[in-house]
């Protein structure tokens, strides 16, 4: 099983931009469909982006639509959420997960998950 550990949260301002880094080891990574998810304490997990395996399709809520950005480097085991205009609605603890076969981009299709990372947007 695949051992995620993700990095680049931090406190940044309404407006502004943040990079998210996942690195996988352990596993054949780009045998996996890749995931951020986020949550916020007392409300459910909501995935926010999605990647396959090669790259080619990707997944996007409505949420985060048109500013975020997810990609991956295979070649790395790396898989990065580039996060632009961020929202102070934005904050929450952003996690890593991956899947072998998901059926569909839902929360519950990514069951390995890393410790995640805070990211939190002033106003």
């Known amino acids: 099983q695949v051992q995620l550990v993700e990095s680049g949260g931090g406190l940044v301002q309404a407006g502004g931009s943040l990079r998210l880094s996942c690195a996988a080891s352990?596993?054949?990574?780009?045998?996996?469909?890749m995931g951020w998810l986020r949550q916020v304490q007392g409300k459910e997990r909501e995935l926010v982006a999605g990647?396959?395996?090669?790259?080619?399709?990707?997944y996007y809520a409505d949420s985060v639509k048109g500013r975020f950005t997810i990609s991956r480097d295979n070649a790395k085991n790396t898989v990065y959420l580039q996060m632009n205009s961020l929202k102070p609605e934005d904050t929450a603890v952003y996690f890593c997960?991956?899947?072998?076969?998901?059926?569909?981009?839902?929360?519950?299709?990514?069951?390995?998950w890393g410790q995640g990372t805070q990211v939190t947007v002033s106003s």
């Open positions: 997960a991956a899947a072998i076969n998901p059926r569909g981009w839902l929360p519950r299709e990514f069951p390995n």
């Open positions: 352990g596993g054949t990574f780009s045998m996996y469909h």
């Open positions: 990647i396959s395996t090669s790259g080619a399709n990707t």
